[in-house]
């Protein structure tokens, strides 16, 4: 299973009620964080989702509203006496924005990594695969696709019907080759056959694209951008180079996709649920975000 949550669902700036757009996603007692703007270590904290497992976190686009509160987190997990490493991914010029912000937090018992990802590049964050599409913004932007692979079942009976010793089922089921009494054995002949993982996909800042309802596809929730609600801001969403409702609503049925959070409001916009209606009669699947939503997606059939 996997959890996700929001700790916020606002763009441009924190108002009272709602801290910035950002998510976190958590499988195997270990997290990644997506954007990380003012006061996200405040949000974390009050959704009480345990932040020292953020092994990662993923920058769409260095916009302060997504990158402002990096310094806050990082001195925030080593007051929770942190010393694994964290690695931010993000698209060029990330190494210099944690650079940026370290100068305020030059001394940290963990190890900070920076990875710069491009549009289809793959990465892989225990236990978690992931991959990102290029949004369409103002400046480089990335869209995020993380994916809970999930393992092939274990047929005990024909491990059984092999005379394989239980010593030896864990290394096929982790797909690995064994030998037993001069035989090799391969995980083939005592794994059925592949199960369906659980995918979350995030999308921030961008203009919707082909290449974001690629990256969607068949997801099990797509957290979306909907900047602004009301139909007739259309001209407004163009120039900022942001999404409605309606189009996010759009994105996700074009995607195929089971869930769709909607998020990163307008200040503007002091009441999203006063145009929901607008994604639903789209996409019927469609939440309007808001903070500290959080969900526990589960496997599609039983273990």
């Not at 920076?114 to 225990?126: D, I």
């Not at 932007?141 to 019907?161: D, T």
Request: glycine share 8%; aromatic share 6%; net charge negative.
């Amino acid at each position: 299973m996997l959890d996700v949550c929001l700790p916020g669902t606002g763009g441009m700036m924190p108002l009272p009620n709602r801290w910035l757009s950002c998510a976190i996603v958590r499988a195997e007692g270990r997290a990644v964080l997506l954007d990380c703007g003012e006061g996200t270590q405040v949000a974390l904290k009050e959704i009480h989702f345990g932040f020292r497992a953020i092994d990662a976190i993923c920058l769409s686009h260095f916009h302060a509203d997504h990158v402002s509160g990096l310094v806050g987190l990082l001195l925030m997990l080593a007051n929770s006496d942190r010393d694994e490493p964290v690695t931010v991914f993000g698209p060029p010029g990330v190494a210099e924005v944690v650079a940026a912000q370290r100068v305020l937090a030059p001394f940290l018992p963990f190890e900070v990594r920076t990875v710069v990802l491009r549009p289809g590049a793959t990465f892989r964050v225990e236990p978690f695969v992931g991959t990102c599409a290029a949004a369409k913004h103002s400046g480089p932007c990335l869209a995020y696709r993380l994916a809970l692979p999930r393992g092939r079942p274990f047929l005990p009976e024909r491990a059984q019907a092999l005379g394989l010793p239980i010593s030896l089922w864990r290394t096929l089921q982790r797909g690995e080759t064994v030998e037993h009494e001069g035989r090799r054995v391969e995980p083939d002949e005592v794994l059925g056959p592949p199960r369906r993982g659980i995918t979350v996909v995030y999308v921030t800042d961008s203009r919707p694209t082909p290449a974001l309802v690629d990256l969607s596809r068949d997801a099990d929730l797509l957290i979306s951008e909907a900047t602004f609600g009301d139909p007739a801001d259309q001209p407004r969403a163009v120039e900022t180079r942001h999404m409605t409702f309606v189009e996010a609503a759009t994105l996700a049925r074009q995607a195929g996709v089971r869930r769709l959070w909607l998020t990163h409001f307008s200040p503007a916009l002091p009441n999203p649920l006063d145009y929901a209606s607008q994604a639903t009669v789209i996409f019927p699947g469609a939440v309007v975000g808001r903070d500290g939503q959080c969900e526990t997606l589960r496997y599609e059939d039983p273990a």
